[in-house]
């Protein structure tokens, strides 16, 4: 997942805090549809790609940080120093 790591943690995260929290005004999206998912009513096509939508660069985000902390983030290749 070398793709994952040439991404900026900055710009994932200001996206997934946009996409995250959209729209302002209401209710956001992704915790609506977080709710419906652990009610069992997250049955119809458009709310499943709502979910995945406004939640894929969460996801990303936390794999993201996951790398990281595993050390296998950007500038560590895994080999000794010497």
Do not use: C, Y
Not at 17 to 44: C, D, S, V, Y
Request: proline share 5%; glycine share 14%; hydrophobic share 50%.
């Amino acid at each position: 997942m070398a793709w994952l790591d040439r991404i900026p943690l900055g710009w994932l995260a200001i996206g997934a805090l946009i996409l995250g929290l959209a729209p302002f005004g209401q209710e956001p999206h992704l915790w609506q549809k977080l709710k419906m998912l652990a009610e069992g009513t997250l049955t119809r096509p458009i709310d499943i790609f709502d979910l995945l939508m406004h939640g894929s660069l969460v996801v990303l985000v936390l794999l993201k940080l996951a790398r990281m902390a595993m050390g296998r983030g950007v500038g560590n290749t895994g080999r000794g120093q010497g």
